[in-house]
């Protein structure tokens, strides 16, 4: 089985994305025979203009893996950009993409009403990201709900192009959307996401993580009256670090009257506890830059003669060899 995915260098690490992609990823990379995990640096093109952020979130994103306990010796990782084979699957692709298929997809509809760019590169988005799965013939990856439709449309894509051009000729690859942790509440209640302002960051400042923290919004139940775990946010949150037997030992807490501020600073001593190795570990691979250099040139070159043979198979089938 090999699994595969990607991650946008979008930013500042937060809660949702370790609990949504980061961690089931990580622990795919123990299940499967053959991981790949890339930067998707041209994905970021459809919503970063600036050269200089796009190279220092890309720099940060591999840190933050690295940082999060992924071992580079068990996987592959590499930056998108770097295997030229992406963006030309792409392009065979979206000629047997129809235009109906995309229309179709919710992300593109909700990036422009968010106010990015609508241009033909977000509108083909899920077309480059089918590529960046068919290439390595993945039979699962890993993402969180929101991406679903996209992996959707990869499958959609491989059996037309299989039906085009002979069967068997990609892997219609399956999406693995882990239901627990589908969506993680921001600090307000709503999925927690970098454009909502609603993060709880995972590498920030102890002093910008408590700030986080203590401002998440709860009713205005009394300090002890009973409460309803399932309709809090701070226990939705802390639930993710803890097994299922210590999640209903703190929502008896929370039956039995717990105050907020209580919950809250629970919250923040587990999260400060469990991402203190990753904080230590970021801020000495910070200092490597080499290192960081080195371990996606590598993976790059794994990937590149996957992607290469892959492509070769593609050029054959659709009559350009
Ligand atoms: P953001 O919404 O903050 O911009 P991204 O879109 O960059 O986050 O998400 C990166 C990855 O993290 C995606 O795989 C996405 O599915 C996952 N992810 C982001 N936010 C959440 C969330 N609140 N709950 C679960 N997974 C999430
Ligand atoms: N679109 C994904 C996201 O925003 C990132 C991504 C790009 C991806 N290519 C991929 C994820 C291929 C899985 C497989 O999170």
């Not at 679903?148 to 299989?162: G, M, P, T, W, Y």
């Not at 609603?198 to 923290?213: H, V």
């Not at 401002?215 to 946010?233: H, W």
């Amino acid at each position: 089985m090999r699994v595969l995915s990607g991650i946008q260098p979008s930013g500042q690490l937060h809660l949702g994305n370790y609990f949504g992609s980061i961690k089931p990823n990580l622990e795919y990379v123990g299940k499967a025979d053959e991981s790949f995990f890339f930067i998707a640096d041209l994905h970021a093109l459809t919503s970063v203009r600036d050269p200089k952020e796009l190279r220092q979130m890309r720099f940060e994103t591999v840190l933050d893996y690295l940082a999060c306990g992924f071992d580079p010796k068990k996987a592959t990782i590499y930056a998108q950009s770097m295997i030229p084979e992406h963006t030309e699957l792409m392009w065979i692709l979206s000629c047997i993409a129809p235009m109906g298929l995309l229309e179709r997809a919710v992300s593109y509809k909700e990036k422009v009403e968010k106010g990015i760019d609508a241009t033909v590169g977000l509108f083909n988005y899920p077309v480059l990201m089918a590529a960046d799965i068919l290439l390595y013939d993945a039979n699962i990856v890993p993402v969180g709900r929101d991406q679903k439709q996209h992996v959707e449309i990869a499958r959609d894509l491989a059996q037309k192009f299989n039906h085009f051009y002979g069967g068997g000729t990609l892997v219609v690859p399956e999406p693995e959307v882990r239901p627990e942790v589908a969506v993680v509440p921001g600090t307000d209640g709503q999925k927690m996401s970098k454009s909502y302002g609603n993060i709880i960051p995972l590498f920030g400042s102890e002093q910008e993580i408590k700030k986080a923290i203590m401002g998440i919004v709860t009713d205005s139940l009394t300090a002890n009256a009973p409460k309803n775990p399932d309709k809090c946010t701070v226990y939705q949150i802390h639930k993710l670090f803890l097994s299922e037997k210590e999640s209903n030992k703190l929502a008896d807490l929370y039956r039995e009257g717990m105050a907020y501020g209580e919950a809250k600073k629970k919250l923040f001593e587990t999260s400060m506890d469990v991402f203190e190795p990753m904080r230590k570990k970021r801020a000495e691979l910070e200092k490597k830059k080499d290192y960081i250099l080195k371990v996606l040139q590598e993976g790059a070159a794994k990937a590149c003669s996957v992607a290469e043979s892959t492509m070769e198979r593609v050029r054959k089938a659709v009559g350009l060899r």
